[in-house]
């Protein structure tokens, strides 16, 4: 489905948000964004990188985002400017209906402590409970059950959309986005064996988000045992990740969909873990480190660069054969060496 | 523990709602279903596979539905039809004390827009909240904590079991399940990189989802970028699964638990991912196809069949002593080829 | 963040709780736990094992929870016992602020069902929401937001974080501890195929788990088809775990982060499976079972003993080289049988 139409600005307008150089009529009104390929006359599209250029020549979108040197191709209005996948980026905020500045406001149906301090125009949606002592910074947008609590503080501009969990003794800074689902702080999982049974360590630590952290729907921060879980500023968490108890991430790093990082495990910045990567505990991981999609990662790793393992699908068929002999490759090493020992005697 | 019994029925009427073929008395009641070992004489058992059979002789069962081929060896009454663990799904809806006909009514602490569309016998539990915009078809149930995004469409029929979240402008289908905690239409991953730091891409997409959809607990569908999340009619999710922006599932597709799939990824028609399969972004899975569990799908797959990757556990003993050539491969297999050029010269 | 000061206790007393032998100023006032690097004169330490040691010297710590042998290094108060972890993890319960016993008493804004029967000093948070028939034993705690279904049960001093869902018919044992967003009791993942679609069945088991069991956040565990899904007495269980339907799991097990066990499986008592471990539907795995993490089991293990498949993250570079020939390990391994034949008869 398409949202309803509910912003338009002109192509003037966009030039100077962006600070993109118009070709084209500056009155022209725009709605939305959307491929070249299927943008229409109301519609702004964008050439983020030459794969897009196909496409171009026949577009009919009202205007298109790109680099001056693609310029000539374009069949009607244009932006141009360095990055026009940057670009796309600043208009699609413009056209997002949930962006809007909150009305600020305490739904008659949340439930907030007396004490809670809270900023200029902060919005607690309905059902919403938030415990002593919160304090919640200006623009702060609480939807519509989530729970925040004891002792916690959320940043300027912070959104947590509906349903989201924030327990105890969490900070999280300023401009965060919160996916319904997700919960911060919960237990990180410690227990001290004794007498052929487990004792829990209660989870003294909390966890701090820097700014302009965004956790994906459904994942999970859990709070330090001692110390706390740290996420830096800039850090991209996708829906379905587990973060383990006093896991520490620098600036700027992004983690995708499923990835498990185990306890005291520390991740450098501008890193990026591809979708269901694992992580061993108490590794460190250093900065720029890349790690392709569903790789098991139990070693440290200090220099950057791109790491993987695994291996991909193949038939059923051929898997079967070639799985069976991963058991005899030891085996495989030995009898090779021998051949080339014999060889050379030979 | 087992429920109280809530329902019983005659074997006549079973034997009529199923189309069976009934050997034995109409008119012993039955409440509720077994396995053949497990039955007592006021449930139905079924053979659903050969693997059965051995049970069937020494079962207390009141009836068991067969096929007809097994007939001779039951001992008790039989309900006949040609596919008896379709039989045994059907009659399962009629023991499941959740699935009675909703009562209809809105909680009086749900929080509901004004201008919601109702359709007939609708049920709203405690603490949902409804954002304004919103249709409900004819006997959906909204259950307890459950969050409605601005715009959103439930068709006739569906079930949202409680503290499920769907966010603004997400369409879900006629007679969907949607288990709790999952949420329907929270953001994509989505950012551009430029000097330094991440840079949000709003997702202006929304997720539709087909008829007969089911989604298990804690599972995201995240919204597309610019287009939608598409869901496919009968497609069936288990829990824990994450589905990024614009994936696209073919009809009668399921996913087991643990799936995760990357943007943009097509998968076709009736296909199986096993327990815990990735599948990375941009590929096409056409029709027909099946992923064995854990399996890593980094290329796209055309055709029908069975795929696999990965290794089974074995003891960490062996395991370590195999792993480590893993690295040396390529060394092999030169070296392989080196020893058979030698032995062809020699 | 750290929390704030909640409680204080002499040595003496912290002595006397842990049956610890104090050397040292029994009058010393602390409120809190750090490691030995980070403790100041209020807090205490402790020495987990021999790795700890070297920071043992130069601690600031009031104190330091300590084995007899290690006395002698110790510059401060001392407090001696067996197993200094456990009085870590014994220490540590004191100290959470939010392990306080409950006050009890259903919050205004919660919605209890008239039937529901309340032990003493049940505390209910706003916009719980129980049903009828639930029973809730002496000093259970229900966060805010929890849904509990249709005639569940908790056993006495449970706590059920904020956002927890226990679907309809689940037993929940004493003393467990059950994290946000976890949902007990969703539908199994059972359909059975005809005409071309999936014909759900309904789910008509429950769940029971036993006492001393914790489920971490945004764990899902599923009820059962027929019979009940069964966690046994203290089994501890992670965040982001899916637990499928009719799987049975013994006495002290412990399952880490993102663990997936599909549908029927049995596991032993004293089992560790570690972070993203994948077990197969049907499977018995036997007492004393440890599995490293991500490995994948898809047949039965019968011996107690460590198992582990996959391989460890190398560059991409490498990995490239050796991961296409894993398709070609069959074909090795017949050319290697060729070539050492060739030897023998050569």
Chains 1, 2, 3 share one sequence.
Not at 101 to 124: C, F, N, Q, Y
Request: glycine letters at 16%; hydrophobic letters at 40%; proline letters at 3%.
């Amino acid at each position: 489905m398409k949202h309803p139409v509910t912003r338009e600005f002109t192509l003037a307008e966009l030039a100077e948000r962006l600070g993109a150089h118009l070709e084209g009529d500056g009155g022209r009104r725009v709605r939305g964004l959307a491929t070249l390929r299927e943008a229409g006359p109301d519609q702004v599209a964008f050439v983020a990188n030459r794969s897009y250029l196909k496409d171009l020549s026949a577009t009919r979108a009202g205007a298109v985002l790109l680099q001056p040197e693609h310029a000539a191709a374009c069949p009607v209005a244009r932006l141009e400017l360095a990055n026009p996948y940057l670009g796309y980026a600043q208009l699609s905020q413009l056209f997002d209906p949930i962006l809007a500045p909150p009305r600020g406001g305490i739904h008659p149906a949340a439930v907030v402590a007396d004490d809670v301090v809270l900023g200029e125009r902060v919005e607690v949606g309905p059902n919403a409970v938030i415990e002593a002592g919160v304090e919640l910074g200006d623009e702060v947008v609480v939807g519509a059950g989530c729970f925040i609590g004891a002792g916690s503080r959320i940043g300027a501009g912070s959104r947590l959309h509906p349903n989201v969990t924030v327990c105890h003794g969490v900070v999280v800074g300023a401009r965060a986005i919160l996916h319904s689902g997700c919960v911060i702080g919960a237990d990180g999982f410690g227990f001290a064996h004794d007498g052929g049974r487990w004792h829990k360590i209660a989870q003294l630590g909390g966890v701090v988000l820097g700014d302009d952290v965004e956790v994906g729907s459904c994942s999970s921060i859990d709070r330090g045992a001692l110390d706390d879980t740290v996420i830096g500023n800039d850090v991209k968490i996708d829906s379905q990740v587990q973060i383990a108890h006093n896991v520490r991430i620098g600036d700027h790093t992004a983690l995708a969909g499923c990835v498990g990082i185990a306890g005291s495990t520390r991740v450098g910045r501008n890193c990026m873990l591809g979708g269901g990567v694992g992580l061993a505990g108490h590794l460190t991981i250093g900065d720029g480190v890349q790690v392709t999609g569903m790789s098991l990662v139990t070693n440290s790793i200090h220099e950057p660069g791109v790491y993987s393992s695994g291996t991909g699908a193949m038939t059923n068929a051929l898997w079967r054969k070639n799985a069976v002999r991963f058991k005899q490759l030891d085996d495989f090493a030995r009898r090779l060496a021998r051949l080339e020992k014999r060889g050379r005697e030979g």
